[in-house]
């Protein structure tokens, strides 16, 4: 007992004189109370998202227009053009750009639903032949055969081009989701004229979010260009390889594979799957083995070993991160959310892992760059043995 009051006075003077001592330890939240609230939390604020994601995915896509064309804007302005002009400029270029890629876009299912019903026949031929291979081996019990039997092959055709009819016809939530994203790419591009300077009021001896979003943002941009320009080199060798094997629409599918190029992990088997059958269709298994390798050769060797020597950190985190980023963004926001994966990846680890130095640790499991990580490492630890003598003598 002495010995306890003892302790608790020494703990009142240290306090301060006349400071009260209060025997009670501090309430600290039962740890499976905090993470039932933190999961609660969490759902709320994806619900959030997901209901507005016909304004938040819109908006992100001219956030990342306006940081791929922030450094022409910048360079304007340092030209001694005036900052409203150079952000016109800006937009004006930006709305050039999604012009051409929903032309693109309007373009090739245009040609896909004009071409289509020619292949009607075609693809219910080849329908009956593989319920016949298959009906061989005795694998699908004659139920199933029999139902499967009774589709019919020009009615799914004819549904298919029915959607991509809709699509084309449904102009007015394009003009909506293009008018969104102008509105916010405009607003966006005046608003950055004095980024850096309200970057750098973000960073504290605590938390460096100015630091951390403008890493993300030169990350971003390196990462949305170095995509478009092996997109069209995916694109143009796709198109040559279709010629050699003697796929019709070679262009509509080129167009196909550069716009699926944007999707990460499985982009490329999207942008397969038309043409693979097409080649089954008009040249048999063989043209149809030819696309399903050439697609796979081309993505392999270009995209995972060629391309990332080029982004370098870029996309900031493994690929198994970015194959459920996919997943989850295509929930939460929608198709948008599929194209919008990475960037919005890294945009929540720029805020809540790399801005805060005690959340760093995560990095070790969902970080691609380990070089950039261990070189940190050793700077700050060899800053902390700088500062050890400092600190000892003071």
Request: hydrophobic share 55%; charged share 10%.
């Amino acid at each position: 007992m002495e010995s306890a009051e003892t302790t608790g006075r020494g703990a009142g003077t240290e306090a301060g004189p006349g400071a009260d001592v209060d025997p009670r330890p501090n309430r600290v939240w039962p740890r499976f109370l905090v993470i039932v609230l933190s999961l609660a939390g969490l759902v709320i604020a994806l619900q959030f998202v997901q209901g507005l994601q016909g304004i938040i995915g819109p908006v992100f896509l001219g956030l990342n227009l306006v940081i791929i064309a922030y450094p022409l804007q910048s360079w304007l302005i340092g030209r001694g053009v005036h900052r409203f002009v150079g952000a016109s400029i800006t937009v004006a270029l930006v709305v050039v750009v999604l012009l051409v890629f929903l032309g693109l876009i309007l373009w090739s299912a245009s040609e896909l639903v004009l071409a289509l019903p020619q292949y009607s026949e075609q693809f219910t031929d080849l329908y009956d032949g593989v319920i016949a291979w298959i009906g061989s081996f005795g694998v699908t019990p004659d139920m199933v055969l029999e139902q499967l039997s009774g589709l019919n092959m020009s009615t799914v055709m004819s549904t298919l081009t029915g959607v991509l009819t809709a699509l084309l016809s449904n102009l007015t939530a394009i003009v909506g989701l293009l008018a969104t994203v102008v509105m916010a790419v405009f607003f966006l591009a005046m608003d950055s004229v004095a980024v850096e300077r309200r970057m750098a009021l973000l960073n504290t001896a605590q938390y460096e979010l100015g630091r951390a979003l403008g890493a993300f943002a030169q990350g971003v941009r390196r990462y949305w260009v170095v995509t478009t320009l092996f997109g069209l080199i995916v694109a143009l060798l796709d198109v040559v390889a279709l010629m050699a094997i003697g796929v019709p629409m070679i262009w509509v599918w080129g167009v196909l594979s550069f716009l699926t190029n944007y999707i990460p992990n499985i982009g490329f088997i999207i942008g397969m799957i038309p043409p693979a059958l097409l080649g089954l269709v008009e040249g048999g298994w063989g043209a149809f083995f030819g696309v399903i390798v050439a697609y796979s050769v081309l993505n392999f060797v270009i995209q995972s070993i060629i391309q990332p020597k080029f982004t370098g950190d870029a996309v900031g985190v493994i690929p198994t991160i970015s194959f459920l980023s996919l997943l989850f963004w295509a929930w939460i926001l929608g198709p948008l959310g599929a194209i919008l994966a990475l960037p919005a990846t890294l945009l929540l680890k720029a805020i809540m892992i790399d801005a805060d130095p005690q959340s760093r640790w995560i990095n070790a499991f969902i970080a691609s760059d380990l070089r950039g990580m261990e070189a940190r490492s050793r700077r700050a630890s060899r800053r902390l043995l700088a500062e050890a003598p400092a600190q000892q003598s003071a």
